[in-house]
C-alpha cells in the first residue's frame, strides 16, 4: 500500500516540509511537496491513492480553503490539517470541509504517521468501491432492456411468477432472461445479484 500511495505535503514552512518529507521517505511513503495550496493546484498532480498533508495558515489560500476548493472541483481525497494555531472554531470549520483528520503542532512522529496511513488506507477501500461499481455498472451496460427489468424484478424479491406477470411473458421466458442477467452480471447466487444492483444504485 505505501509504496503505491503518495503524500502531498503543502507547507509554506521550508523546515517543516523537509521534516515531513524525511520522515514519510524513512516509512516507505512516496512523498512530494509544494510551498502553497496554489502551487499545488496549478501543479494538479494525479490524486489516485493519494493523501494531502497542509498547514492551515500559509500565504495566498489556506490549508481549509484548499479542502473546499477540492470540493468544488469534485476531488475525492482525504486531506489532513496541521497547525499551530488550533482553537475550537478552526477545528470545526475543518471538519465540517471534510478534513480527514486535524492536527495540532507540535505532534510526534507517530501521531502523523498514524493519520496518513489510515487516510491512505481509507482512500484504497474507496477507490476499490469505485472500481468494482465501474465494473458493475460495465456489466449492466451489457444487458437488453428486458434483462434489466427483469434483474429489477429479481432485486426487489419478485418470484417468477409475479416478473412474468408484471412483464406480461411467460415464467418460462423470465427463466430464460434470469438465467442471461445471472451469467452477464457473473452473479453465482440471487443474493450476490442483488448486491451488486445495490452497489450499482450507490451514487
Not at 1 to 13: K, L, R, S, T
Not at 160 to 175: F, P, Q
Not at 178 to 190: D, E, H, S, W
Amino acid at each position: 500500500m505505501a509504496n503505491e500511495a503518495i503524500v502531498y505535503v503543502i507547507d509554506d514552512d521550508e523546515a517543516a516540509r523537509h521534516s515531513l518529507e524525511f520522515l514519510l521517505d524513512c516509512a516507505g511513503i512516496r512523498v512530494r511537496s509544494f510551498v502553497s495550496a496554489d502551487a499545488f493546484l496549478r501543479a494538479s498532480p494525479p490524486l489516485a491513492d493519494a493523501c494531502i498533508v497542509t498547514d492551515v495558515r500559509m500565504p495566498g489560500r489556506s490549508g481549509i480553503e484548499l479542502v473546499e476548493e477540492m470540493g468544488r472541483r469534485g476531488a475525492s481525497i482525504p486531506v489532513i490539517v496541521i497547525t499551530g494555531h488550533a482553537d475550537v472554531p478552526l477545528a470545526i470549520q475543518a471538519m465540517h470541509a471534510g478534513v480527514a483528520d486535524f492536527i495540532e503542532k507540535p505532534f510526534d512522529d507517530a501521531t502523523i504517521l498514524t493519520a496518513i496511513r489510515k487516510a491512505i488506507a481509507q482512500q484504497a477501500s474507496e477507490s476499490a468501491s469505485q472500481a468494482e461499481r465501474q465494473a458493475l455498472l460495465d456489466r449492466i451496460a451489457t444487458l437488453s432492456g428486458r434483462e434489466r427489468e427483469v434483474m429489477e424484478g429479481l432485486a426487489r424479491g419478485d418470484a417468477n411468477k409475479a416478473i412474468a406477470y408484471d412483464l406480461g411473458i411467460s415464467a418460462r421466458t423470465v427463466e430464460v432472461y434470469r438465467a442471461n442477467v445471472m451469467l452477464k452480471m457473473q452473479a453465482n447466487t440471487l443474493s450476490d445479484l442483488v448486491r451488486m444492483v445495490t452497489l450499482a444504485r450507490i451514487v
